[in-house]
Every structure is written in C-alpha cells, then in structure tokens.
C-alpha cells in the first residue's frame, strides 16, 4: 500500500543542488561499492561535492572484494582527481563472511568517532542454485542480511555519535539499506529461514525470505535508535548486470537469460547514473529525517542554516512516513522513486506472529560476531 506520490527526478535534482557542508556527509561507509549501484551513489555523491562546491574535509569507505580491488582503485583515483577534499579508503574484505565483517567494523572504528552515512548494497541473485558460504549461510542471504545487520551493529555506536549539523546533542546518522523494501511476504517460515528442508529452496523464496527477515530487523533497530534514521530502499529495476552473476556454472541458462531479458532491461530499466541520483536524495533529504532526543522529528524549526540538521528541506517536498504511519523514529520503506511504502497488512500479521521468531534467528546467528 502507498501513502503517497512519487518524487520526479526533478525534484530530486533540485534537493540535490542544495546540499552543502551542514547536510553533506563528512564519514561514511559503503559496503557493496564497487559496482552497479553502488558505486554510481558514491560517485554521485563526489560529484554533488564538487558540483556544489562544498570545500569541507569528506572520508567515505569502500568496502568490496579483493578481486575488485584492482578495478575499484582505478574508479576512485578519476573520483580523487574531481574532488581532492574527499578521502577514498579502500578497504578489502569478504563481507559474506561474518568474521570478516567484525573485523572490518573494528578497523572503522579504530579510525573513527562518528559516522555520518552506512549505506548497504551488496547481493546478487542465485540463479544458479544454492550456494553456502565457508561459516554455512546462504550467500544470498549473507550478504543481503546477516552481514547487512552486522555492519548496522558494529557501527551503531558511531552512527549515535553523529553530530554533523546539529546546535546540541547528537543528530545520530543515517542507515541505507539497498534490497527489498515493499516485498515482505507473510508466508516466510520461520523453522526454516534458511531453507534448508528438502524441496525448501528456490532463488524467488530465499530472496523473499532475505527481504522480509531485513525489513523486520531494520524495523526494530529503528524503533530502539530512533536518533539514527533507517531506510530499507527497493531500487527498482536498474541494469547493473546483475543478470550475469549468480548462475554457477549454468553458463547455457545464463546465455538464454540474456537473449530473453536484455532487450527487456535496455527500453525499461533506470540507468546507473539516475539511480546514483536517487541514492544521494536518500542520504541526505531532510524526508528521512531522525527524531530528536525530546521526539520531535527533525525539520522546521530546527534548521541550521540553509539547509538544517535533519537533511535538505524542499518546498512540495513532504515529511516521509515510517511503516507505523509516524514521521521518523521508525524504518522508513521507500520505493525506486522516492514513495513510503506502508506494506501494513503484511508487516502487522508479520510483527504478531513471526516478528519474534524473524529477530531471535538474526540473532543467534549474529552472536558470535557481536
């Protein structure tokens, strides 16, 4: 169920253009950034720096395999290049791996104080069957929700530590979780979360499965740091070649996938460069705002400067809505054009009778990592 319209690019251009030093952010990690949309957000991101002419100090984190470290670095040092002010750090790691993501985490955190920005995009689709890491999750899910809750909770400390912007107290930063949003599904089993009963698994359920798990435990961390803004963001159909990873070896249904849905994404897709557009709108509209410590949402009166502490304020611009229909305090569902999702019979069957269960096996599966 929608609660509202859709923003234009337009509108999302114009918010952009009125970022500067109070609403950009001056730290921030991207885990997944090394391709698709990820990397077009991040550079997007310097770009809008540039364009904007914000002289501020900026660190952003790159988190990817080693494998793309070679390519990676190449991108950044064209991005070094536009922008000396911002600060690229690589870093390398296997972020399906649980005991890696800690490790990553503990390296930020020996460099930083606060975080501004911990924008999540990694995943792929499995078209080509299951596949399990080496701690025994599915890939799938590793990457688009364990380690996805790891890295939320890891950071969550620097993320309340944010002060950027704001005349006292903290503001708390901003969490972007690029997979799902809208796509929860009731029927998720929650004595099988990971499919692994025979004749359980199919790529559609465990992405199913994946979405609806991260929904529910963003969800709640959301309503525990309400001074941290949550967003779970479906990017909408986006040609990031994702249609050429995930098949294994099944190189003859990967070719016949190809011949069928190419075409398909190349008349209806969104470009990679909108879809950066659209990220940088998420990060740092003052829509998605958090609540302050008194429970006022962040916006109005509280503005300082041109811009204020709860993000970039535009005229038709409204207030989001979280999924308990309130103005911050809560996990924000947005669609690939800006709309709050709601999704409410789904969600209120889903916190009655499995909410529990969905956030207890995130748990234990995150608790030797903690």
């Known amino acids: 169920m929608a609660a509202e319209s859709n923003l234009t690019l337009q509108q999302v251009r114009e918010s952009n253009a009125r970022i500067d030093a109070s609403t950009y952010p001056r730290t921030a990690v991207f885990v997944g950034g090394t391709a698709g949309i990820g990397q077009a957000a991040i550079a997007e991101l310097v770009h809008v720096s540039a364009r904007n002419n914000i002289k501020i100090p900026s660190r952003i984190y790159i988190i990817g395999r080693e494998q793309s470290a070679e390519r990676t670095k190449k991108a950044l040092d064209i991005l070094r290049a536009e922008n000396p002010n911002a600060e690229l750090v690589w870093m390398a790691g296997d972020v399906s791996l649980l005991a890696d993501v800690k490790r990553l985490c503990e390296e930020i955190k020996d460099r930083e104080t606060s975080l501004d920005l911990l924008f999540l995009s990694t995943g792929y689709s499995p078209f080509g069957g299951r596949e399990e890491t080496t701690e025994g999750l599915v890939v799938t899910q590793a990457l688009g929700h364990y380690s996805r809750m790891l890295f939320i909770h890891r950071l969550l400390p620097l993320l309340q530590a944010n002060r950027q ?206």
Not at 252 to 280: D, H, K, Y
Request: with cysteine.
């Open 165 to 370: 912007g704001c005349r006292e107290g903290p503001k708390g930063g901003k969490v972007v979780s690029l997979l799902g949003a809208g796509r929860e599904f009731a029927s998720i089993s929650t004595t099988d979360i990971q499919l692994r009963n025979p004749g359980a698994w199919s790529g559609y359920r465990i992405q199913g499965h994946t979405g609806t798990q991260h929904t529910i435990c963003l969800e709640r961390m959301a309503e525990a740091n309400p001074s941290v803004s949550f967003i779970h963001a479906g990017p909408g159909l986006v040609n990031t070649g994702n249609l050429n990873r995930g098949w294994g070896n099944h190189w003859i249904l990967q070719g016949l996938a190809n011949v069928a849905l190419a075409p398909f994404f190349a008349f209806l897709a969104m470009n990679l460069g909108e879809a950066g557009e659209r990220m940088v709108f998420l990060m740092t509209s003052g829509r998605f705002a958090p609540i302050t410590s008194t429970g006022a949402s962040v916006q109005g009166e509280d503005l300082d400067g041109p811009s204020g502490m709860g993000g970039v304020e535009l005229e038709g611009v409204k207030k989001g809505i979280t999924t308990r229909r309130k103005e911050g305090g809560g996990l924000y569902l947005v669609g690939w054009k800006g709309r709050c999702w709601l999704n409410e019979h789904v969600l209120t069957q889903l916190r009655d009778e499995k909410g529990d269960a969905i956030w207890k096996e995130t748990m234990e599966v995150l608790g030797p990592h903690l």
